[in-house]
Each structure stands twice: as structure tokens, then as C-alpha cells.
């Protein structure tokens, strides 16, 4: 199997080890709407510590909400009605990560997209490294990154990370998923873990739900 395939596997095994819990597990008490945007962190450099020094963190605008707007009826709403809504504080947190990870990886950023996604992937990336050594001349976190990534999808991630507006997040202890529109309205949730009361990416990529 070609380093390019066997990368692009995993991935795929990486977005499913962080899934939905299932059905059952939500509250239909978090369903305050929140409306709120990102903070302006565009003076204070990079958002996580390990970004690199290149990476300016830029103001975005999220509609907030709230996940009930998304929920199908006779559908799969596992995600929707994960946990609880968030407050307005840790949709803030969430949406101002996610909002840098899309970024970065707009901006082929490598170094600050690793600095914003949880160890859990972290690891996962590690384990393909070690598992293609030969193929691969950069075997760090940024370094798997570049590789896994098309250079054609340039200007794809470009506009999701333009267009992408943050509408919920679904949060049980320190684990959540963040709801996000993007481009041609298309809606997609990818996982987010709180790692020492900091938000981080908890996936590679988002995953279509309605």
C-alpha cells in the first residue's frame, strides 16, 4: 500500500475513534440559542502554545444558535443531542480553536494545526509514523499532516475555513462535538476534547450531518 493510501486509512480510522456516543445519551434542556462571535486574538499571536510564530490567529463571526435547529426528525440526532449545549463561555473557547484549526490548515500551517488538536490524535499520528517510516522522510505530527493533505484541496479548505460559521457545542464532561456550517451551507460536527481547561481539535475533519 503507497504511504499516500495508508495515511488517508487511518485518517479515516482516527475520525472514527472519536464517533458519537449514540443515541440516548442527550438533554433536551440545552437548547438555549446562543449568539456570539469569536475574539478578536489577532494581536495576541498565536492561539496555543507550539503554533508556529507565523500563524496570526483571525476574527471570526459564529451565529451560535444552538444544535436544535439541526436535528432531523426521524433521523440520526446522536450528535445534535450529545450531552448538553454549551455555555456561552465555553462555546466561545471551542468555536475560537476550531475557528484556528481550520485556519492552519488552510494555511498549510502544520506546526499550529498540531498545537490545536488533542493528544488523543496527536497519537494516532504518531502510530502511522511508525508504521511508515520508510515512506516517509518527516515522520512528526506536522510532518504526517503535510503528507496525508492533497495540495488540491487548497482551495477547498480555503473557503471552509472562510465561510465556516460555528453554530453549537454539545459538551459531556471534558468531551463535545462542535456543529459548524460551511460552504454551500453544508453542516458538519467534528469532535472537540477539553485537555487542562483548554479546548482542542478531536478529529482531522468534519463530518456531515445534515
Same mark, same amino acid.
Given at each position: 500500500?503507497?504511504?499516500? @493510501?495508508?495515511?488517508?486509512?487511518?485518517?479515516? $480510522?482516527?475520525?472514527?475513534?472519536?464517533?458519537?456516543?449514540?443515541?440516548?445519551?442527550?438533554?433536551?434542556?440545552?437548547? &438555549?440559542? &446562543?449568539?456570539?462571535?469569536?475574539?478578536?486574538?489577532?494581536? *495576541?499571536?498565536?492561539? @496555543?502554545?507550539?503554533?508556529?510564530?507565523?500563524?496570526?490567529?483571525?476574527?471570526?463571526?459564529?451565529?451560535?444558535?444552538?444544535?436544535?435547529?439541526?436535528?432531523?426528525?426521524?433521523? #440520526?440526532?446522536?450528535?445534535?443531542?450529545?450531552?448538553? +449545549?454549551?455555555?456561552?463561555?465555553?462555546?466561545? $473557547?471551542?468555536?475560537?480553536?476550531?475557528?484556528?484549526?481550520? #485556519?492552519?490548515?488552510?494555511?498549510?500551517?502544520? !506546526?499550529?494545526?498540531?498545537?490545536?488538536? @488533542? +493528544?488523543?490524535?496527536?497519537?494516532?499520528? +504518531?502510530?502511522?509514523?511508525?508504521?511508515?517510516?520508510?515512506?516517509?522522510? #518527516?515522520?512528526?505530527?506536522? *510532518?504526517?499532516? $503535510?503528507?496525508? &493533505?492533497?495540495?488540491?484541496?487548497?482551495?477547498?479548505?480555503?473557503?471552509?475555513?472562510?465561510?465556516?460559521?460555528?453554530?453549537?457545542?454539545?459538551?459531556?464532561?471534558?468531551?463535545?462535538?462542535?456543529?459548524?456550517?460551511?460552504?454551500? *451551507? !453544508?453542516?458538519?460536527?467534528?469532535?472537540?476534547?477539553?485537555?487542562?481547561?483548554?479546548?482542542?481539535?478531536?478529529?482531522?475533519?468534519? &463530518?456531515?450531518?445534515?
Amino acid at each position: 500500500m503507497r504511504a499516500g @493510501s495508508k495515511l488517508l486509512a487511518v485518517s479515516a $480510522a482516527v475520525l472514527l475513534a472519536f464517533g458519537p456516543a449514540g443515541c440516548g445519551d442527550g438533554d433536551d434542556s440545552g437548547q &438555549t440559542t &446562543t449568539e456570539t462571535s469569536s475574539q478578536d486574538r489577532s494581536e *495576541g499571536g498565536s492561539a @496555543s502554545s507550539g503554533a508556529s510564530k507565523d500563524f496570526i490567529p483571525t476574527e471570526h463571526e459564529d451565529s451560535g444558535g444552538g444544535s436544535a435547529q439541526f436535528r432531523i426528525e426521524g433521523g #440520526d440526532n446522536s450528535i445534535q443531542e450529545f450531552g448538553e +449545549e454549551a455555555d456561552a463561555d465555553e462555546f466561545e $473557547a471551542a468555536a475560537a480553536a476550531l475557528h484556528d484549526f481550520l #485556519d492552519a490548515r488552510a494555511a498549510a500551517d502544520w !506546526d499550529s494545526v498540531c498545537a490545536v488538536v @488533542s +493528544e488523543e490524535v496527536s497519537q494516532s499520528l +504518531e502510530k502511522i509514523a511508525d508504521q511508515a517510516t520508510k515512506q516517509l522522510d #518527516d515522520a512528526s505530527c506536522a *510532518g504526517i499532516l $503535510a503528507a496525508l &493533505t492533497n495540495p488540491a484541496a487548497k482551495k477547498i479548505l480555503e473557503e471552509e475555513a472562510t465561510q465556516a460559521d460555528v453554530a453549537s457545542l454539545r459538551i459531556e464532561g471534558d468531551r463535545g462535538y462542535a456543529i459548524y456550517r460551511a460552504t454551500k *451551507g !453544508d453542516v458538519f460536527a467534528i469532535p472537540m476534547a477539553k485537555v487542562d481547561g483548554e479546548w482542542k481539535v478531536a478529529g482531522l475533519a468534519g &463530518t456531515p450531518i445534515a
